[in-house]
């Protein structure tokens, strides 16, 4: 089984930079494609990023793009999120989600198996 635990949220101001990790346990994630998404208060979960097992290639969703990044260390087990130039649309509870046999870079949140509790992200004015 795998656990995937995020940190690194918190209350920020808009254009500061705040970075997730999603650290799992359990078992090596190394070969896992491992996602990002997000769920602002009243509204649907969404995707942010994605990245490939060995970090060799990533999406992102358009209203990040140039401003957030994705990465890996594997040897640290660790999936980062570096987001910069906050808005306060990115207020939202940001998730974690890992799948062992994904080989695409899905944004659907129902092909991912394992997932994390959330860090709360909030921006303010």
């Known amino acids: 089984q795998v656990q995937l635990v995020e940190s690194g949220g918190g209350l920020v101001s808009a254009g500061d930079s705040l970075r997730l990790s999603c650290t799992a346990s359990?078992?090596?994630?190394?070969?896992?494609?491992t996602a990002w998404f997000r769920q602002a208060p009243g509204k649907k979960r969404e995707f942010v990023a994605v990245?490939?097992?060995?970090?060799?290639?990533?999406k992102l969703t358009d209203s990040v793009k140039g401003r957030f990044t994705i990465s890996r260390d594997n040897a640290k087990n660790t999936v980062y999120l570096q987001m910069n130039s906050l808005k306060i649309e990115d207020t939202a509870v940001y998730y974690c989600?890992?799948?062992?046999?994904?080989?695409?870079?899905?944004?659907?949140?129902?092909?991912?198996?394992?997932w994390g509790q959330g860090s709360q992200v909030t921006v303010s004015s």
């Open positions: 990245i490939q097992y060995d970090g060799g290639r990533s």
């Open positions: 989600a890992a799948d062992p046999v994904l080989m695409v870079l899905s944004p659907h949140e129902n092909e991912y198996e394992y």
């Open positions: 359990g078992r090596t994630t190394n070969s896992y494609t």
